[in-house]
Structure formats: C-alpha cells, structure tokens
C-alpha cells in the first residue's frame, strides 16, 4: 500500500537554505504528498512568495514562539491520510532516495516510532559538502553530557550500521504518523523554545515503549556544519542550551541534573 507522505519545515529569516531545501523534497523518487511550511516570524516573508506558489505545499505564518511549537502547530494542517510524516530544517537536503528507502526502513521495523539518518555538514559558502558529518544519533556520556554521535569526523564509513539510539538530531526526524497521534498534535515539548527539544523527545518516546532508529542508508546534508571551539558560539546561545539541559533533568528526573547544574554554572558565571 502507498505510503503517503508529509514533511513539516519550519522557517525564521531562512532565505538562504529554504528553497534549495523544498527542491531536495520536491525532486524525490518517492513523491511528496504535502509539504507545510511555517514560519516563525521571519523579518520579511517575500521569501517564501515563490514556494508558496508550487503545488503540495501549505505556508503558515506565526510569530517566533520557538521551534517546537512551530512544529505543533504545522502538526495541526496535516492531510489526515498522511502516513508519514518528516520534520526538517530549512538548512537540512535529502538524498533523492530518501523517501524511498525511508518507508522501507520503516516497513522492516515495526517497532520504531521515529527513524532518522546519516546527516552530513555541507558548507554553504563552497555550496557543497565538507566531508564531516554532522550527527549519526544523540548519545550520552556517562556523566550526563549529551552530544551528536561522530560530529566534527570525516566520514570513512564507521558509523554504517544501523543501530538504536537514545535520541535523534531535530534537524531531520521521520515519525509514524499513528505513533504521532499517542501526543494529540504535541508531539514536542512547548516548554523548550530550541535546543534540547529533541533529546526530551527521544525520552518520552522511549518510556512509551517505541523506538529510535539510526539508519546509515538514509542520507541527507546539513549547513549547521561544525565548530572546533565553544568559543564561536554566542553567550545567549550557551546560556539557553544548559537551561533546556536543567528543564530536561527536571522533567526526567535523574543524577545527571548534577552535570547540567555544573554546565549552567560555567556558562553563566565563567562564560564558556
């Protein structure tokens, strides 16, 4: 049977990325059934006037309440046949064979609820990759950091095998539109504004009982690319990813709020 399929994008000031974006889903071998875009307060909306206009695609706009709750909502316009649905980044391309191999991944896993792949650092300068990755799956240190499995490596291969993950990178999630409807629309959390909304997901997900898949053979780019140095990163950008990293461990009660406790003490106080 077709599996029928819906991608949600959700957008702010992202005039670079979002076209090159929306043709990479176009242009599948697996045809796109609806693509909602929703922009979360862009300075200037003209962007979007040409993507708008092409066939399968829905655009929302609203102000800039944050990527989860962007998510949501486009949640609310899906096409009720939709059977699949992919959350991505306006930074992040898909691999023509994407959709094709993703519904087949999912048709030979019945128990994973979200699946994602093998993201790639693509440098938007040069217009091409770099060679890196960018996330193979989220994983945890043993002290409570968590972190994008093999960001910053070149790519030789040694993250090839699928495997079952703690959490999955938010830049490009797949996720059974039936498992979707256990959340009534609030499949992410609202109370993170961004960062960590994806590591909360893939624990909720978990404690339900469903699965998080990494699969190598799903492939797609990502501009986010990587810095060698926290040092590139603004203060505001810091002091808002250790707070999720708080409200996570507040929501999910564990001995690793210690680390986030720690981590929120260096940005704030030593500002690294």
Avoid at 73 to 100: A, H, S
Avoid at 227 to 246: D, G, P, V, W
Avoid at 250 to 270: E, G, I, Q, R, T
């Amino acid at each position: 049977m077709k599996q029928r399929i819906g991608a949600i994008i959700v957008t702010h000031n992202s005039d670079e990325v979002i076209h090159k974006c929306v043709d990479s889903i176009q242009q599948q071998s697996h045809p796109v059934d609806e693509i909602i875009i929703v922009d979360s307060g862009s300075n200037d909306l003209g962007y979007l006037d040409s993507i708008n206009e092409q066939s399968r695609v829905k655009v929302i706009e609203t102000d800039n309440i944050g990527f989860g709750r962007c998510n949501n909502l486009g949640i609310k316009y899906l096409d009720r046949q939709i059977d699949i649905v992919v959350f991505l980044n306006p930074d992040t391309f898909l691999f023509p064979n994407f959709f094709e191999k993703m519904i087949e991944k999912f048709l030979s896993h019945g128990d994973v609820g979200i699946l994602s792949g093998k993201l790639l650092c693509y440098d938007l300068q040069k217009k091409g990759p770099d060679g890196r990755i960018d996330s193979c799956g989220i994983f945890r240190k043993w002290y409570g950091r968590w972190y994008d499995r093999g960001q910053g490596a070149v790519d030789v291969g040694q993250y090839d095998t699928k495997k079952y993950v703690p959490a999955l990178c938010g830049a490009l999630l797949c996720c059974r539109v039936r498992v979707l409807r256990q959340f009534s629309g609030v499949l992410f959390d609202p109370d993170f504004f961004m960062y960590k909304e994806d590591v909360e997901l893939g624990i909720r997900m978990r404690k339900l009982g469903h699965k998080l898949l990494y699969h190598p053979e799903l492939i797609a780019y990502h501009c986010r690319g990587w810095q060698k140095s926290r040092k590139k990163m603004a203060l505001e950008i810091k002091k808002i990813a250790s707070l999720n990293e708080i409200l996570l461990y507040k929501k999910h009660p564990s001995p690793y709020l210690l680390w986030a406790l720690f981590k929120y003490s260096l940005v704030s106080v030593f500002k690294i």
